[in-house]
Nanobody
Framework: QVQLVESGGGLVQAGGSLQLSCAFS????????LGWFRQASGKEREFVAA????????HYAESVKGRFTIVRDDAKNTVYLQMDSLKPEDTAVYYC??????????????????WGKGTLVTVSS
């Protein structure tokens, strides 16, 4: 059974930074691709970033490219999302996700198999 628990959300001013963490519990962390998605109020959930099981590839939504960085730490069974130059439009609930299927990294923008419960990020103007 895979469980994902996000942390690190909060309130930040526009232009600031925030790092989200996602702790993975379950078997074979290193066989899972990991990702982040977000859902703003009144909108559908959207893809943010993904990283392959071996960290050799990452993929980002155009809206966050150059500002957000996804990194995994296999020793800690944790994936991070470093968010810099935050904008008010980044305000959303951010969800961690995992998938043990072996696809090209861009495929994961369609969704993943396992989901956390989310952490709220609010960016004030």
């Amino acid at each position: 059974q895979v469980q994902l628990v996000e942390s690190g959300g909060g309130l930040v001013q526009a232009g600031g930074s925030l790092q989200l963490s996602c702790a993975f519990s379950g078997r074979a962390f290193r066989s899972y691709a990991l990702g982040w998605f977000r859902q703003a109020s009144g909108k559908e959930r959207e893809f943010v970033a993904a990283i392959t099981w071996n960290s050799d590839s990452t993929h980002y939504a155009e809206s966050v490219k150059g500002r957000f960085t996804i990194v995994r730490d296999d020793a800690k069974n944790t994936v991070y999302l470093q968010m810099d130059s935050l904008k008010p439009e980044d305000t959303a609930v951010y969800y961690c996700a995992a998938d043990n299927s072996d696809y090209d990294v861009s495929h994961y923008s369609n969704g993943m198999n396992y989901w956390g419960k989310g952490t709220l990020v609010t960016v004030s103007s």
